[in-house]
């Protein structure tokens, strides 16, 4: 018998009675649905023409196939040409296979047709075509999260559904873990399943971490029990879980006691328990050690006192647990398995209340006022007044320490006297102090760190506080006053802080400079000293290298102004600074170099003129800054054509770094030609007559001096 497949198409063919027509029957496969068990067809009936051809024939006839109906035909039909072929019938639907999933079909088909070109009649049959094998394997649902047993060992029934398409075959399902098989059930049709004590144990040796593992379910649908030919397979995996019924460790009890010798001593027994001091310590014993169940191990113990949980690793021998500042009457040991169940026994012990002792105040006091050596100390605190069993707490001891501020230790404590004590508070008041200075107390210039210790039978409690220096904020005196200091210095106002008027710093002395010190780093506002030339540079931003006072004064937010003035009167510089740029700006000089007006020495011969043209009698010289002023009226020999004579002589400084030349008026009718030299001296080289330029070796009346100059 044929067979056909998915897109494949089959036919056969007939000659007709007449005229030796082919008469054609083809079944093409077109699809499976393998849901509805179904195969869908095109079965098709053709005639062609070989020897004779017709146009507008009657023709009729029939199509069959297995399992549909095509039907009957009846039309005119034409050939176009000669060995040409026309479709007479088609047909196209589905077939229903059997319950295994196999069909076989036959397509026939008939013709009728008269006429001298017609074909006569005929019939045509494709038998027993095998169609492609429906799968029929059966189908696994989806299976909800189970748990797989009760009690241990024991299994519970949990569902596992099935679709089987056919009864005659034949399913077994596999149940796996983590890879391993852990049950088979052959001939499974479908429903609950319950494992049985060996695979539940197959199953707790693959869980030994977890309580819930992934199971694996596989369905293989046979042709038959024989299980030679597989049909078809189906999986799912779904969660198993472990039944929390007995899962738990299994464990009952445990033994405590007190370990701290000084709270056993003040209890008498160790069963008692003092909040925050006994060091508690849990025993398992071998005996009652925890025991794991369903196949679990034992993996820890852990020890829970109000919520601080210590932990210890399990042990086949006694188990100790410990817990060095018990704040709970409950403690709570729990047994833990490798899966994480947990089994917890509680005890109540015999539980005292206790905290620490405090210092809640203290202050330690000057006398006169703050301003005085003499100290007192006052402090107070609470302790817990309870009854440990053997002994009543209580105030032990009170002891003080101290240090200057500054420095890095404290020294020895100091014992006190015991604090009045009143239901569970403690308190002292004024209690004189030794110091540094014995038993006149603390050091007038310095400031202290002072420490108070209080002791009960448990704790210590440490408080720090502070001693000022001794200086007050005012100090009042009939012939003066002192601001935060003490009154020395009669008939002033001395304070040790910066005076502010306005919002502005009054200028007080801040203090001398020193040889490091760059006037671009002070900013504070105040008056500064640089006692001597030696510590000052222009290299580190000084105007000259002089002594002098720098006053430092805030002009506004980000600016100043900085004042130097030098020892010798030689000079006042000042200069600004701005933060917008970090900019600071150059010195400039306030005073002017000034000497006045000099008289000079006349050279030999020179005398002052009668009359003071020049603007003065005589020769005067000056100096302004650099800027040299000579000025005069003399009278004198000219010296005709014969060289140059002294008039007078300048001091060195101010003595020009080239000769310099200037023309003076003379009596009427002449002029000259002065100049000073590098040397300072003051000459004429030749008086001559305007008229005709003849040199003048007479005396002159008068001769006036005028020449300005600078100096490099």
Same mark, same amino acid.
């Given at each position: 018998?044929?067979?056909?497949?998915?897109?494949?198409? /089959?036919?056969?063919?007939?000659?007709?009675?007449?005229?030796?027509?082919?008469?054609?029957?083809?079944?093409?496969?077109?699809?499976?649905?393998?849901?509805?068990?179904?195969?869908?067809?095109?079965?098709?009936?053709?005639?062609?023409?070989?020897?004779?051809?017709?146009?507008?024939? $009657?023709?009729?006839?029939?199509?069959?196939?297995?399992?549909?109906?095509?039907?009957?035909?009846?039309?005119?039909?034409?050939?176009?040409?000669?060995?040409? %072929?026309?479709?007479?019938?088609?047909?196209?639907?589905?077939?229903?296979?059997?319950?295994?999933?196999?069909?076989?079909?036959?397509?026939?088909?008939?013709?009728?047709?008269?006429?001298?070109?017609?074909? #006569?009649?005929?019939?045509?049959?494709?038998?027993?075509? %095998?169609?492609?094998?429906?799968?029929?394997?059966?189908? /696994?649902?989806?299976?909800?999260?189970?748990?797989?047993?009760?009690?241990? #060992?024991?299994?519970?029934?949990?569902?596992?559904?099935?679709?089987?398409?056919?009864?005659?075959?034949?399913?077994?399902?596999?149940?796996?873990?983590?890879?391993?098989?852990?049950?088979?059930?052959?001939?499974?049709?479908?429903?609950?399943?319950?494992?049985?004590?060996?695979?539940?144990?197959? $199953?707790?040796?693959?869980?030994?971490?977890?309580?819930?593992?992934?199971?694996?379910?596989?369905?293989? %649908?046979?042709?038959?029990?024989?299980?030679?030919?597989?049909?078809?397979?189906?999986? @799912?995996?779904?969660?198993?879980?472990?039944?929390?019924?007995?899962?738990?460790?299994?464990?009952?009890?445990?033994?405590?006691? =007190?370990?701290?010798?000084?709270?056993? $001593?003040?209890?008498?027994?160790?069963?008692?328990?003092?909040?925050?001091?006994?060091?508690?310590?849990?025993?398992?014993?071998?005996?009652?050690?925890?025991?794991?169940?369903?196949?679990?191990?034992?993996? @820890?113990?852990?020890?829970?006192?109000?919520?601080?949980?210590?932990?210890?690793?399990?042990?086949?021998?006694?188990?100790?647990?410990?817990?060095?500042?018990?704040?709970?009457? %409950?403690?709570?040991?729990?047994?833990?398995?490798?899966?994480?169940?947990?089994?917890?026994?509680?005890?109540?012990?015999?539980?005292? @209340?206790?905290?620490?002792?405090?210092?809640?105040?203290?202050?330690?006091?000057?006398?006169?006022?703050?301003?005085?050596?003499?100290?007192?100390?006052?402090?107070?605190?609470?302790?817990?007044?309870?009854?440990?069993?053997?002994?009543?707490?209580?105030? /032990?001891? $009170?002891?003080?320490?101290?240090?200057?501020?500054?420095?890095?230790?404290?020294?020895?404590?100091?014992?006190?006297?015991?604090?009045?004590?009143?239901?569970?508070?403690?308190?002292?008041?004024?209690?004189?102090?030794?110091?540094?200075?014995?038993?006149?107390?603390?050091?007038?210039?310095?400031?202290?760190?002072?420490?108070?210790?209080?002791?009960?039978?448990?704790?210590?409690?440490?408080?720090?506080?502070?001693?000022?220096?001794?200086?007050?904020?005012?100090?009042?005196?009939?012939?003066?006053?002192?601001?935060? @200091?003490?009154?020395?210095?009669?008939?002033?106002?001395?304070?040790?802080?910066?005076?502010?008027?306005?919002?502005?710093?009054?200028?007080?002395?801040?203090?001398?400079?020193?040889?490091?010190?760059?006037?671009?780093?002070?900013?504070?506002?105040?008056?500064?000293?640089?006692?001597?030339?030696?510590?000052?540079?222009?290299?580190?931003?000084?105007?000259?290298?002089?002594?002098?006072?720098?006053?430092?004064?805030?002009?506004?937010? #980000?600016?100043?102004?900085?004042?130097?003035?030098?020892?010798?009167?030689?000079?006042?510089?000042?200069?600004?600074?701005?933060?917008?740029?970090?900019?600071?700006?150059?010195?400039?000089?306030?005073?002017?170099? =000034?000497?006045?007006?000099?008289?000079?020495?006349?050279?030999?011969?020179?005398?002052?003129?009668?009359?003071?043209?020049?603007?003065?009698?005589?020769?005067?010289?000056?100096?302004?800054?650099?800027?040299?002023?000579?000025?005069?009226?003399?009278?004198?020999?000219?010296?005709?054509?014969?060289?140059?004579?002294?008039?007078?002589?300048?001091?060195?400084?101010?003595?020009?770094?080239?000769?310099?030349?200037?023309?003076?008026?003379?009596?009427?009718?002449?002029?000259?030609?002065?100049?000073?030299?590098?040397?300072?001296?003051?000459?004429?080289?030749?008086?001559?007559?305007?008229?005709?330029?003849?040199?003048?070796?007479?005396?002159?009346?008068?001769?006036?001096?005028?020449?300005?100059?600078?100096?490099?």
């Amino acid at each position: 018998m044929p067979s056909i497949t998915v897109g494949q198409t /089959l036919s056969n063919s007939a000659r007709t009675s007449q005229n030796q027509y082919d008469l054609i029957v083809s079944l093409k496969l077109n699809s499976q649905n393998v849901q509805n068990n179904t195969s869908n067809v095109t079965v098709t009936l053709q005639l062609k023409s070989n020897y004779a051809y017709f146009q507008q024939y $009657a023709c009729s006839g029939s199509l069959s196939l297995t399992g549909a109906s095509p039907g009957s035909y009846s039309a005119q039909y034409s050939f176009p040409s000669l060995y040409s %072929t026309i479709t007479l019938k088609t047909w196209t639907g589905n077939v229903t296979h059997s319950a295994d999933g196999t069909y076989t079909v036959t397509a026939s088909g008939t013709i009728s047709c008269d006429g001298t070109y017609g074909a #006569g009649t005929g019939s045509v049959s494709l038998s027993g075509v %095998t169609l492609p094998r429906i799968p029929r394997a059966s189908v /696994l649902g989806t299976i909800p999260a189970f748990v797989y047993d009760g009690n241990s #060992g024991v299994g519970a029934a949990f569902s596992v559904p099935t679709t089987r398409y056919y009864s005659g075959f034949y399913d077994v399902l596999t149940i796996s873990v983590g890879g391993t098989t852990i049950h088979t059930i052959n001939g499974y049709t479908g429903g609950t399943v319950t494992l049985p004590s060996t695979a539940v144990n197959a $199953a707790y040796a693959k869980m030994t971490t977890s309580n819930s593992a992934k199971f694996t379910f596989l369905l293989t %649908t046979y042709s038959s029990s024989s299980k030679t030919t597989v049909i078809g397979t189906s999986t @799912k995996t779904a969660t198993g879980s472990i039944s929390s019924t007995g899962r738990a460790p299994s464990f009952t009890t445990f033994t405590y006691a =007190d370990q701290n010798a000084t709270t056993i $001593a003040l209890t008498g027994d160790s069963s008692s328990i003092v909040q925050g001091y006994s060091l508690l310590r849990a025993t398992v014993s071998a005996a009652n050690k925890a025991t794991a169940n369903k196949g679990a191990s034992m993996s @820890k113990y852990q020890l829970n006192i109000g919520g601080v949980i210590t932990e210890v690793a399990y042990g086949t021998g006694a188990v100790t647990l410990s817990n060095a500042s018990p704040q709970s009457a %409950t403690i709570g040991v729990t047994a833990i398995d490798s899966r994480g169940n947990t089994k917890t026994v509680y005890q109540t012990a015999t539980f005292i @209340k206790y905290t620490d002792t405090v210092v809640k105040s203290g202050s330690a006091s000057r006398a006169l006022n703050g301003a005085g050596t003499e100290t007192s100390l006052t402090y107070a605190g609470s302790f817990s007044a309870v009854d440990f069993g053997a002994a009543t707490n209580t105030i /032990l001891s $009170a002891q003080y320490r101290y240090k200057r501020a500054n420095a890095s230790s404290y020294g020895d404590w100091t014992a006190l006297a015991l604090p009045t004590i009143t239901d569970g508070a403690y308190s002292a008041s004024n209690v004189a102090i030794t110091g540094d200075l014995g038993a006149s107390g603390f050091n007038l210039d310095y400031a202290y760190s002072l420490q108070v210790r209080v002791t009960d039978r448990l704790s210590e409690a440490v408080y720090t506080l502070q001693i000022n220096a001794g200086k007050p904020i005012i100090a009042l005196h009939k012939e003066g006053i002192a601001l935060g @200091k003490p009154y020395t210095t009669p008939g002033i106002v001395d304070s040790a802080w910066t005076m502010v008027m306005n919002g502005r710093n009054v200028l007080g002395y801040v203090r001398s400079l020193t040889s490091s010190d760059n006037l671009n780093n002070l900013t504070e506002q105040g008056i500064y000293i640089a006692s001597s030339n030696d510590i000052t540079s222009v290299s580190r931003n000084y105007p000259v290298a002089l002594a002098g006072t720098l006053e430092v004064i805030t002009i506004s937010s #980000g600016s100043l102004m900085q004042r130097y003035s030098t020892y010798n009167n030689s000079g006042v510089y000042v200069r600004n600074y701005y933060d917008y740029g970090n900019v600071w700006y150059e010195w400039r000089k306030l005073t002017v170099d =000034d000497t006045g007006w000099i008289q000079a020495t006349l050279a030999s011969g020179i005398s002052a003129a009668s009359s003071g043209y020049g603007g003065a009698r005589g020769i005067q010289y000056r100096k302004i800054e650099n800027h040299v002023h000579v000025r005069g009226s003399i009278s004198f020999t000219a010296p005709g054509g014969n060289g140059s004579i002294l008039l007078s002589a300048l001091p060195s400084e101010y003595a020009p770094t080239y000769n310099h030349y200037v023309m003076n008026a003379v009596t009427s009718g002449y002029q000259g030609r002065t100049y000073i030299n590098q040397s300072g001296q003051l000459r004429c080289d030749w008086v001559m007559r305007i008229s005709d330029g003849a040199y003048l070796s007479t005396r002159i009346s008068w001769y006036a001096v005028k020449i300005d100059y600078f100096l490099d």
